[in-house]
């Protein structure tokens, strides 16, 4: 069997730009939601190679990344994507550079796990990205946005997916990460302690708002109320320190400012007049923030193409 060469590709994190939480399904027990998901330039940095001889299975290789290895998403993608194209390439190495920031809702593991995809795809020449997203459903919900990276209007649970236009101009973010982390599942524990899912009928409502304020590429909502994520009260309640980050990001000068995802990752968003002076701005005054904020943007599907190295 011929070698398969190598293969390296970006996963960029994701921000939620707004996200309203509805009732739960009774499929499959998952909250509906509608958000905006949108990728930015903070990415981990993955590469696909054959193992070395005498490998008897794939290979993950995270250094830092808690848990098993051969447990994590970006795992189970390859698994998924041999299982659903009889792919019977030799044993492979996927080694990845993990720069976002784990359990901080930016959907790290879930960008690792698409740019798994992506790069099976390309290695193999199997599939299409129908396909890949089909796979992406079965492993989470912040993964099928993913396959593609870009801005999408996420509902379902996540897995119904439209595309909006990318910023324009661009859309630059100041990420204050948290050396505290928070378990998804008891983020939305505490939501549905604190009654924070909304009514269907408000879904639908919020769903279009979004679409209408986004799908020709602003690059933030005009409305304020349409950046608002229900999970950052369930999120600023398992952790106070999450208000600090707020309140610091918001002092630096943001246009908005907004909990991503379940948290405990705080964002700051620049889409007005002058952005990226603006967020250098910003990032100076949080300078000794621990950890030091990241500066990042907006960015579309070709940043996170994947590529072949040999």
């Known amino acids: 069997m011929s070698e398969i060469g190598a293969y390296r590709a970006l996963a960029p994190a994701k921000v939620?730009?707004?996200?309203?939480?509805?009732?739960?399904?009774?499929?499959d027990g998952r909250h509906e939601l509608v958000t905006v998901m949108q990728s930015i330039s903070l990415a981990d940095g993955l590469r696909l190679e054959q193992a070395a001889p005498g490998a008897e299975r794939d290979e993950i290789v995270c250094p830092g990344l808690p848990g098993a290895p051969q447990e994590n998403l970006a795992a189970r993608a390859l698994e998924a994507f041999r299982a659903a194209t009889a792919w019977q390439a030799p044993p492979l190495r996927?080694?990845?550079?993990?720069?976002?920031?784990?359990?901080?809702?930016?959907?790290?593991?879930?960008?690792?796990?698409?740019a798994a995809l992506r790069l099976a795809r390309l290695a193999s020449g199997l599939g299409d990205e129908q396909l890949l997203r089909e796979l992406a459903g079965h492993l989470g919900a912040d993964v099928p946005a993913q396959v593609a990276p870009g801005r999408w209007l996420a509902t379902g649970a996540g897995e119904l997916l439209e595309a909006l236009a990318d910023p324009f101009p661009t859309l630059e973010l100041l990420v204050l990460a948290s050396t505290?982390?928070?378990?998804?599942?008891d983020v939305y524990r505490e939501a549905d302690q604190l009654g924070l899912a909304r009514e269907r009928s408000e879904?639908?409502?919020?769903?279009?708002q979004l679409r209408h304020a986004l799908e020709l590429g602003a690059?933030?909502?005009?409305?304020?109320?349409?950046?608002?994520?229900?999970?950052?009260?369930?999120?600023?309640?398992?952790?106070?320190?999450?208000?600090?980050?707020?309140?610091?990001?918001r002092g630096a000068g943001a246009d908005e400012t907004l909990v991503s995802g379940s948290g405990p990752t705080v964002v700051g968003l620049f889409g007005h007049a002058n952005p990226a002076g603006r967020a250098q701005r910003a990032a100076a005054a949080l300078r000794g923030h621990v950890p030091e904020?990241?500066?990042?943007?907006?960015?579309?599907a070709a940043y996170a193409q994947p590529a072949r190295l040999r």
Do not use: C, W, Y
């Open 293 to 300: 904020p990241i500066g990042a943007k907006a960015v579309a």
């Open 180 to 185: 505290a982390q928070l378990s998804t599942a």
């Open 94 to 114: 996927l080694s990845i550079d993990k720069r976002i920031p784990v359990a901080a809702g930016l959907g790290g593991g879930s960008a690792d796990a698409a």
């Open 16 to 27: 939620n730009l707004g996200l309203f939480l509805g009732p739960t399904r009774d499929s």
């Open 219 to 249: 690059p933030l909502p005009p409305a304020r109320e349409l950046l608002h994520n229900d999970l950052q009260a369930a999120a600023v309640s398992l952790s106070a320190a999450i208000a600090d980050a707020l309140e610091e990001m």
């Open 203 to 208: 879904l639908h409502q919020r769903h279009e």
